[in-house]
């Protein structure tokens, strides 16, 4: 891909159980708020819904759009929270607040560049399929074009020709 590596998307998905650790044990802290556990209800809930933007069995798509939407919405809570609890928390788990930044801009990184591969991949399927229905379609008309212009002509040869008296006329 362009701005990343191949390999470092790979990191940060083998990270993704850890984010899951993490917001579980945030939601069942006692000094989260209920408007934060409710962004953590919101992440959780993404992440195990069938229902998804990519959906998860596309793989490494699947889990970049979860990625994304879990770490920004664990990083607004862990922002939000005042409490010296949430980096003990994190160290717990084996993160810190600069990998999640990290993986979030890897993670909108690749997605912004798979976008970007796909788009080309439709315009030149689309190419393709255009200049192929432009060659099927002028076979198709000039085979028609070809009839008509013969039928035509015969019409205007018998229009055109003049009409056999006979001689006794």
Same mark, same amino acid.
């Given at each position: 891909? /362009?701005?990343?590596?191949? %390999?470092?998307?790979? !990191? ?8 899951? *650790? ?6 069942? =802290?006692?000094? !989260?708020?209920? *408007? @934060? ?5 919101? =992440?959780?809930?993404?992440? #195990? &819904? ?10 490494? =798509?699947?889990? !970049?759009?979860?990625?994304? #939407? ?9 922002? &939000?929270? /005042? ?14 607040? /600069?990998?999640?930044?990290e993986d979030i801009r890897? &993670?909108?990184?690749?997605? *912004?560049?798979?976008?970007?591969? =796909?788009?080309?991949?439709m315009g030149r399927t689309?190419?393709? !399929?255009?200049?192929? &229905? ?17 039928? @035509? *002509? %015969? +019409? %205007? ?8 008296? +006979?001689? %006794? /006329?």
């Amino acid at each position: 891909m /362009e701005d990343i590596e191949k %390999n470092e998307i790979f !990191v940060v998905i083998k990270r993704l159980p850890r984010y899951s *650790k993490l917001i579980y044990h945030l939601y069942k =802290a006692p000094f !989260v708020t209920r *408007k @934060q556990k409710l962004l953590l209800s919101t =992440a959780m809930g993404y992440l #195990i &819904s069938p229902i998804e933007l990519v959906p998860g069995f596309i793989p490494i =798509a699947g889990q !970049v759009d979860d990625l994304i #939407i879990v770490l920004t919405i664990l990083k607004k809570v862990l922002k &939000s929270s /005042e409490s010296k609890l949430i980096q003990d928390l994190l160290l717990y788990q084996g993160l810190t607040i /600069e990998m999640i930044d990290e993986d979030i801009r890897i &993670s909108m990184a690749f997605a *912004k560049a798979m976008v970007m591969k =796909a788009g080309r991949l439709m315009g030149r399927t689309v190419l393709w !399929v255009g200049k192929g &229905s432009l060659a099927v379609g002028k076979k198709v008309i000039g085979k028609r074009y070809l009839k008509s212009s013969k039928m @035509q *002509k %015969n +019409s %205007n040869q018998r229009l055109h020709k003049k009409p056999k008296y +006979s001689k %006794n /006329e």
